[in-house]
């Protein structure tokens, strides 16, 4: 499926949905809580006692490889008074400690130990598990739901099919980086599956790619941005955006993924991993310039996304008319947003 031009004109997304207490409770509900958000490499749970631990627009959840070599997902929340029980990231560890009130958890997510609860009445451990999170992996990706909506396969639509041809078991992950804005999730992602903020927010970049055969289509679960790369330029010229907030670019030899995750309706974090096909010590500074040149592109992105957040929490801005040659992107993500939340 293929989005077309419209044949009207299709109008940006009312500025106070992206700003509104009320839209940013039911995005939780209805498009974070029900969707497959990416976690990580698999990698990075390979061996027992692995954890990897995230947190979903502020749910914290994690993903752990058990001693009888089942991954298993589970709410990062202690069952007695809700502290956090791993810090985000990845680690190794037995048991599973509360660093509150030292309740321990085995790795099948049993309560194996309430210290000093005492016994009038006693707790009985099989009342008080860890609560499940689904997870699924998709070539080499760890992904995690807390309620899904459907199976990982769904949700990616034609993705498979895109990336068929792309080697992405040969890749290794090899950095990670999270950067931080005080802007709106979507006011980014509107960012990201367009390219005609380029010639004025990436000079570099522009001069990098011939820009005239920039290219956006929407599919099935996916929009897809190409443009002929120049000599130098670290990107192969595609770049991916997928429902509901997760990319993914090819480089030379390599790929990075992200995860827009919203922490309020005024803030975002986006979480990076970049994959290499070349881990040796020759190709540090190849990698180092992939990594570094990604970083820097979207720092441009995040000034202008934190400018034209504050017009939208202002009331200084009506919405504003769509490009059909350049963002149908936009166009796309703006109609699912509007489906899910049902405005």
Not at 73 to 99: E, S, Y
Not at 198 to 203: A, E, K, L, M, Q
Not at 276 to 297: I, P, Q
Not at 327 to 340: L, N, S, W
Request: charged fraction near 20%; hydrophobic fraction near 40%; glycine fraction near 8%.
């Amino acid at each position: 499926m293929t989005l077309d031009t419209p044949s009207v004109q299709y109008l940006n997304l009312d500025p106070s949905l992206y700003v509104r207490e009320d839209i940013w409770r039911e995005e939780r509900r209805r498009i974070f809580g029900r969707t497959w958000q990416f976690m990580g490499p698999v990698s990075a749970v390979a061996e027992a006692g692995q954890y990897l631990a995230i947190d979903i627009a502020c749910i914290p959840v994690f993903a752990i490889r058990g001693r009888d070599g089942v991954l298993r997902g589970f709410r990062n929340v202690c069952r007695h008074r809700g502290a956090k029980l791993l810090a985000d990231g990845t680690g190794q560890c037995g048991l599973i400690v509360c660093p509150y009130h030292k309740w321990s958890f085995a790795d099948t997510g049993r309560l194996v130990q309430a210290p000093w609860y005492g016994k009038d009445p006693a707790i009985i451990p099989e009342d008080w598990p860890l609560q499940d999170v689904a997870l699924a992996e998709w070539r080499g990706l760890l992904f995690a739901a807390l309620d899904p909506a459907m199976p990982l396969l769904d949700q990616l639509g034609d993705l498979p099919g895109e990336l068929a041809d792309e080697p992405m078991e040969c890749y290794t992950a090899t950095d990670s980086a999270t950067v931080s804005f005080d802007a709106n999730w979507k006011v980014y992602t509107d960012n990201f599956v367009e390219g005609y903020h380029i010639p004025g927010t990436h000079p570099s970049f522009y001069a990098a790619i011939d820009f005239e055969a920039f290219e956006t289509t929407a599919h099935r679960g996916y929009v897809r941005m190409t443009a002929p790369p120049r000599d130098g330029l670290f990107y192969r010229g595609k770049w991916l955006w997928m429902w509901p907030n997760w990319t993914l670019s090819l480089f030379d030899g390599g790929m990075n993924v992200s995860r827009i995750n919203p922490t309020s309706p005024h803030h975002t974090d986006q979480h990076y991993h970049f994959f290499f096909a070349d881990t040796s010590e020759a190709a540090t500074e190849a990698r180092a310039k992939s990594v570094n040149g990604t970083l820097a592109v979207v720092r441009e992105d995040y000034q202008v996304c934190v400018e034209t957040h504050r017009n939208y929490a202002a009331g200084a801005y009506t919405s504003g008319p769509l490009s059909g040659r350049h963002e149908k992107g936009v166009q796309y993500f703006q109609e699912r947003i509007a489906a899910a939340l049902g405005v």
